[in-house]
């Protein structure tokens, strides 16, 4: 063998060896996985996010978005989901890459058909806010929106945020698992299993879904 099909060969061993450590981690989950975070979408378009693959509904089990902390992610245009109505031989739900407008276009099209969310219609109705402390406290609690960048509510909760003037920092989950993570032990604190998306933190007051009543109740109680 000459040096140059000796070294072709050894790239294509060392690919091949590279593919198949990176396929041997996480690609399965099961019902009692710990630190896995599953989101799925409801009938009305909304997003919630679960800690166990049972918690789950039936109805929304067939395409659900699952984050790992520790997985790397690889193409940000690809997601990693799986259908928990099938279990395989052993007993674990196989994690499949798929792109991630297939999960975006679910979301939306289950929002077209049933109208508007409860923060849009809360603003639509023209539902009063208390009055807020024009006062800036000396050290202002920190208002954390965990989301991702398809969902409606999160946008809706941030855009609210920014119009009464109050800083927040957003995080996408789906782009910083360390932050899926970070909010599942918040929920999980908060005696929360799961919840919708956006998950907010208002000087640790966990609310979970954007609802600008429950939002401007806790700014209140945070002094804001």
Known sequence: MNRRAFVFGSLLLACSTKKKEGEQKAVAVTDDSIGVLFIWIDEKGDAHTETKAGAVPEASRALVRVIVPEQEEGSADAISVVDLRTKQADGTYAIRRVPKREFEALAESRRSAHGPTLGTAEQEAGVARPEHNQKIPTAPP?????????????HQAADYLKSIGVPFVLYDIEKEPARASEMAQKLEASNHRGGSIPVLDIGGAILIGYSQVAVDKALVSAGY
């Not at 920190?142 to 999160?154: E, L, T």
Request: aromatic share 16%; glycine share 8%; with cysteine.
């Open 142 to 154: 920190k208002v954390i929106i965990y989301g991702a960048s398809w969902c409606k509510p999160c």
